[in-house]
């Protein structure tokens, strides 16, 4: 390489720290410490601690470690990000200049008290910036407290060609003037975001593409199985803005929303309780939102604004809807198409009050403006304080039913109401609810799913965040070879896993499987049974028990003892064991044959209640057993023998 190459490599370098100098602080007030592994999928990057984040966040000397692969293996305690950067925080990972596309697993792991205060930069959250097969996993962050102006997320300030899987965030957003902001993600253009949630607290002065959980969906982007139950409030003026996503242009599915917006200003406008404004091909199916909307613009208590081939079904919405001043007000969608033929709104309802002092306030749809089509879809005229029952006054849009009639299945005509939708008195106050959703108004709404593999035991845990005639919990297990569920415990026999009845705050729930066998894999399902005794499917796991590496003797527990004490010890691989007690003159006093074990941890009490008190050995002897057929499991042994030996004090 000559001399000018170099010359123009030193100098693209300086370029480049130069535009990210723009928009980045400088790293400073943290120690830094680089994390061990090599970064490849099989030996990832591991991030054990909060240097090892301050390590991973310092674009200057870092960014061409983005690529990398990164697991986390502990909790983290990010409250000291608070004092990084003379006050801004923690820098985001990726930015505008360079982006991060690298793989980081939280592997369940929580970043707690995250703080990140640059209310004047684009691309805000722990990742700024991710793109082209960059991944986010398994990790939850609690506490956060977030500001940003452009592209701002809890997790993830924009995301392109991402993917995010099984994560969460929970805390405060505040944005000024800001664009695409969401609870968990701002801005996400072709990405898939999965299984994730967002509980955040939204305050917003002003700006546009605002939501709960994403901001702005842009085209070629999915949501699935998603959820956000923060509130959203603004005083200065904010278009675009929904309980989940404030503009969409995606796909999403299998979500819900339950946090109010409340938009005071007069310049507000295309509010809505799930969606700000659905456009230009954007597709809602399966999903509901129950918090209340309070704006002044075109406001709808799912859809602020439906327009240009974008299609809602399967949906619902129960909060009220109240405008002081917009002239656009629907029960379901505020105002709905323009002259778009393929736009439509089928198999779907509202509840809520309706209110507003504008020209055109529907129970179903303020005003439709095209001809986009309503099919099968209704609004209860008894508590919207719109329409007659079986009239179509009173919407540009949909029939108005009774209360009475809303509860009832013959009602909705054409509906699923064997896969798709469900309907019973005991849920969701009667009304038909979404069988596939992790339905709020289900009698349990559970998260967290975590299995967790250990020596011969398996920990499932789980939480709640509400109980409505909860009695508990069943725990079913598939064993290996096996084609079917068995159940393995039940809260009718298991304390720990009694519900609370009925609750609106919920708990965290564990159980422990100590039947089984290390390096076999099984599969568990955890199952809500309701005081009437339905019982409802909440989440499958699979995992493979943990195999010890090598043969272990440990001391005996407790020691000195009397009369008896436990001997611990581990096989690697299916062995035949015996465990022999010598006195000090070497005399065998006791032999135990435990014949063939399989590989794990065991814990084996012996009683020497028969003998004098004294120091005396222990033996342990394990050969293991040699495969004797194709397709022997693989903790079969290959004949290796092991033999240690430990005191012990018996003292009467």
Request: net charge negative; glycine share 14%.
């Amino acid at each position: 390489m000559n001399r000018s190459t170099y010359s123009l490599i030193a100098t693209l370098a300086v370029v480049l720290i130069s535009v990210a100098n723009t928009f980045l602080p400088t790293a400073q007030a943290q120690t830094e410490t680089a994390p061990s592994g090599s970064g490849t999928q099989a030996n990832p990057y591991i991030i054990a601690s909060l240097d090892n984040l301050a390590w991973l966040q310092d674009f200057y000397a870092h960014y061409s470690y983005w690529g990398s692969y990164y697991k986390q293996t502990v909790d983290i305690d990010a409250s000291p990000t608070s004092g990084w950067n003379s006050g801004k925080g923690f820098t985001p990972i990726g930015n505008g200049s360079i982006q991060f596309n690298g793989t980081y697993d939280g592997d369940g792991h929580t970043i707690s008290g995250l703080y990140i205060s640059l209310s004047a930069y684009e691309y805000v959250g722990l990742f700024g910036y991710i793109i082209n097969g960059g991944t986010v996993k398994n990790l939850r962050l609690t506490g956060v407290q977030i500001a940003g102006e452009t592209q701002v997320g809890g997790l993830v300030g924009y995301s392109e060609v991402g993917t995010i899987h099984n994560c969460s965030v929970t805390g405060s957003i505040v944005t000024s003037s800001s664009q695409f902001a969401g609870g968990l993600v701002g801005d996400a253009i072709n990405s898939t975001v999965d299984s994730c949630y967002s509980t955040v607290t939204f305050t917003s002065t002003s700006g546009s593409e605002i939501g709960g959980f994403v901001g702005y969906n842009e085209g070629g982007t999915t949501i699935t199985s998603c959820h956000s139950t923060g509130d959203i409030s603004g005083s200065s003026g904010a278009s675009y803005e929904g309980g989940f996503v404030g503009y969409n242009k995606g796909t999403v599915t299998d979500c819900y929303d339950s946090g109010s917006v409340n938009e005071s200003s007069s310049s507000s406008y295309y509010v809505g309780g799930f969606v700000g404004d659905n456009f230009s091909g954007g597709s809602i199916s399966s999903s509901y939102c129950t918090g209340n909307v309070e704006a002044y613009g075109t406001v709808g208590g799912f859809i602020g604004e439906n327009l240009d081939l974008a299609t809602i079904e399967n949906c619902y919405c129960r909060g009220n809807i109240t405008s002081s001043g917009g002239n656009q007000v629907g029960g379901f969608v505020g105002y709905y198409s323009e002259s778009a033929a393929n736009a439509s709104i089928d198999k779907c309802y509202s509840t809520g009050s309706v209110s507003g002092s504008g020209s055109y306030i529907g129970g179903l749809v303020g005003v439709n403006g095209g001809i986009g089509s309503v099919g099968s879809s209704y609004w209860d005229v008894t508590t919207s304080g719109i329409g007659s029952d079986g009239s179509t006054t009173g919407s540009d849009g949909g029939t108005g039913e009774s209360t009475a009639h809303m509860k009832n299945e013959s009602t909705f005509s054409g509906w699923d109401f064997t896969s798709t939708w469900g309907i019973s008195g005991g849920v969701n106050n009667g009304y038909p609810y979404l069988i596939h959703t992790g339905d709020h108004s289900l009698p349990v709404q559970a998260t967290d799913f975590i299995a967790t593999a250990g020596m011969n035991s398996v920990t499932l845990s789980w939480s709640t965040r509400s109980e409505v005639d909860n009695a508990g919990f069943n725990v079913l297990r598939e064993d290996p070879g096996t084609s079917s569920f068995r159940l393995i415990a039940s809260y009718t026999s298991d304390g720990s896993l009694r519900g609370l009845g009925t609750s609106s705050t919920g708990r965290a729930y564990d159980f422990t499987d100590d039947k089984v066998i290390s390096g076999d894999t099984y599969l568990y399902k955890i199952q809500s049974v309701s005081t009437n005794g339905t019982t409802k499917d909440l989440s499958t796991l699979s995992i493979t028990v943990d195999v010890p590496k090598t043969y272990t003797l440990y001391q005996n527990y407790p020691n000195p003892f009397n009369p008896s004490t436990a001997i611990r010890f581990d096989l690697n691989q299916t062995s035949t064991v015996t465990l022999d007690i010598y006195n000090v003159l070497g005399q065998r006093v006791m032999e135990q044959n435990y014949g063939t074990m399989n590989a794990g941890r065991y814990d084996e009490v012996v009683n020497l209640g028969a003998y004098a008190s004294g120091v005396y050995f222990y033996k342990l002897v394990a050969s293991g057993v040699e495969p004797t057929a194709v397709g022997s499991s693989a903790q079969s042994g290959d004949g290796q023998k092991f033999v240690s030996t430990k005191k012990l004090v018996l003292m009467k």
